[in-house]
């Protein structure tokens, strides 16, 4: 399990995205990218984390910033929830869950007495560069999205 700190290459990916295709974290070099990792679409937080998102997508869009949903999910899964909340970010399905644990956020977690593992949200913020600028784990959802526009900004 990785474990990461800011300063470090961040792992290159290549994953299924909703809509078809691709997307890899190589394309994005020379501009800096917001990964946000999220357990599961159409969940309470996940949804409201997606749409703050979208909400905020012009501004990093002025900012010269990159946004990236991942999470677990099917891409038909990310299609329908696309569509359901008429969302404009990609998001990318991570099925093997080999991109989420080279970034650290597949976990053991608890509900109700009972461990399994899953994603626990977290959010990286990547240089033009290809490194770790800045890591925001366990996020909680409001507010989560201007602090990370802030810190964009400042790159």
Do not use: N
Not at 15 to 43: A, H, W
Not at 50 to 57: H, L
Not at 91 to 100: I, R, V
């Amino acid at each position: 399990m990785a474990e990461l700190v800011r300063g470090a290459e961040a792992p290159d990916f290549t994953l299924p995205r909703d809509g078809g295709g691709t997307i890899s974290l190589s394309e994005f070099r020379g501009r800096p990218v917001v990964l946000f990792f999220y357990p599961k679409d159409d969940t309470e937080g996940c949804t409201m984390e997606a749409k703050d998102f979208t909400a905020a997508k012009a501004d990093f869009d002025a900012a010269g910033v990159a946004l990236i949903g991942l999470s677990p999910d099917p891409v038909k899964k990310h299609d329908r929830f696309v569509q359901k909340h008429d969302l404009a970010v990609p998001l990318a399905s991570d099925e093997s869950h080999e991109t989420l644990e080279a970034y650290g956020v597949w976990k053991e977690k608890s509900m109700y007495g009972r461990t399994y593992m899953g994603v626990e949200r977290t959010t990286v913020l990547v240089d033009a560069e290809g490194k770790i600028a800045e890591i925001w784990p366990k996020v909680k959802v409001k507010g989560h999205v201007e602090a990370v526009l802030d810190a964009a900004r400042k790159l």
